[in-house]
């Protein structure tokens, strides 16, 4: 009887520790991610290059569907922004990372926080964001963002 709870409690705490330990690209999926972001508020268009494949599919918050062409030719047209534009800042919170072997799952609340005449707005999306690892680098392959309802302000 000993022998059988003990080996129980054994399989127990290695299969806790197992589900408890990141998966192998978290570190570098998350640094991806926040280098992004943080080059996305910039419009900077290496920053898109990088980060999505040129098979991407994205799905946008609006329903719009579009290719990494279609991302790179809007940050072209749009150009890094001057001074005086609307300044935008992203974040990434509640980031779930699941991965499978050169294939990983990345799903994250984003944070945009929006900067108009000194009028801030923030506004929150569910991201989820398919990544494949070819020759080493890490890009995503399909995006799909969801609009989060805002919070109604309260009435006075």
């Known amino acids: 009887m000993k022998r059988i709870l003990l ?3 054994m399989l127990l705490f290695f299969a806790g520790g197992l589900l408890a330990q990141a998966p192998p690209a978290a570190a570098v999926l998350t640094k991806l991610l926040q280098d992004f972001l943080a080059g996305a508020g910039k419009n900077d268009a290496a920053t898109h290059e990088r980060f999505w494949a040129d098979d991407l599919i994205y799905t946008a ?4 569907r ?8 809007e940050v072209h ?3 890094p922004p001057k001074p005086g534009d609307e300044s935008a ?3 990434a919170e509640d980031i779930r990372i699941q991965q499978y072997g050169d294939t990983a799952i990345v799903a994250f609340r984003l944070v945009a ?7 801030q707005t923030v506004s929150n999306y569910l991201n989820t964001g398919t990544f494949l690892r070819r020759a080493g680098k890490w890009q995503a392959v399909a995006w799909q963002a969801t609009a989060m309802p805002k919070k109604e302000e309260p009435k006075s």
């Not at 918050?61 to 719009?64: I, K, N, V, Y």
């Not at 926080?113 to 009028?119: E, I, L, P």
């Open 113 to 119: 926080t929006t900067d108009k005449n000194g009028k």
């Open 89 to 91: 800042v992203y974040t």
């Open 77 to 79: 047209e749009e150009g």
């Open 61 to 64: 918050s609006a329903g719009r």
């Open 7 to 9: 080996t129980t409690l």
């Open 66 to 73: 579009i290719a990494k062409a279609d991302i790179m030719r």
